[in-house]
T-cell receptor
């Protein structure tokens, strides 16, 4: 079983749609959780950290369920500029970030 | 603030040749990582340094890959000899501590093609 699993997609949605990405992780000792965004042929960049209580940043909402070892990202009112690959990332104390394969989102007009 | 610098941006070599990549992390960042990203995959850790010591190199193919971080600042990653399956983007990242709960900042990467 892979450490971090994501549905690779692609997700093709129209502008204005709401889209949700899911991610599961295998190591219950994981302590930090993130969503990174990667544009085509660019480096990954932090989109948002994920906290146990859930957190929101504008149109983006992240949720964490430790009991189910599940992380989600919800994007509301999708924009063309949201088209990218979204990487689910987990981390334990003292270790490097572990990345999922990524989920590709394509938003069309 | 200057970001993570990597060079070269692109490299094409023949199989069995050698290649080296260079990374300069963000000033003051103690932790440096090298990741390998194959097309369609997420980044996979090759090696993690804390200052000039190795924290994790369990996924580094040590028969052909080597990395060093002299003086705890710049780092080089070498492949010798290269194989076709080494074609990938090699990403260097740094963070101000051991990345627990802290963002890692990535360089633009070196795109390696082995022919």
């Amino acid at each position: 079983r892979k450490e971090v699993e994501q549905d690779p997609g692609p997700f093709n949605v129209p502008e204005g749609a709401t889209v949700a990405f899911n991610c599961t992780y295998s190591n219950s000792a994981s302590q930090s959780f993130f969503w990174y965004r990667q544009d085509c042929r660019k480096e990954p960049k932090l989109l948002m950290s994920v906290y146990s209580s859930g957190n929101e940043d504008g149109r983006f909402t992240a949720q964490l369920n430790r009991a189910s070892q599940y992380i989600s990202l919800l994007i509301r009112d999708s924009k063309l500029s949201d088209s990218a690959t979204y990487l689910c990332v987990v981390n334990q104390a003292g270790t490097a970030l572990i990345f999922g394969k990524g989920t590709t989102l394509s938003v069309s007009s | 603030e200057a970001g993570v610098a990597q060079s070269p941006r692109y490299k094409i070599i023949e199989k069995r040749q050698s290649v080296a990549f260079w990374c300069n992390p963000i000033s003051g960042h103690a932790t440096l990582y090298w990741y390998q990203q194959i097309l369609g995959q997420g980044p996979k850790l090759l090696i993690q340094f804390q200052n000039n010591g190795v924290v994790d190199d369990s996924q580094l193919p040590k028969d052909r890959f080597s990395a060093e971080r002299l003086k705890g600042v710049d780092s080089t990653l070498k492949i010798q000899p290269a194989k076709l399956e080494d074609s990938a983007v090699y990403l260097c990242a740094s963070s101000p501590n051991r990345a627990w709960g802290v963002e890692a900042f990535f360089g633009q990467g070196t795109r390696l093609t082995v022919v």
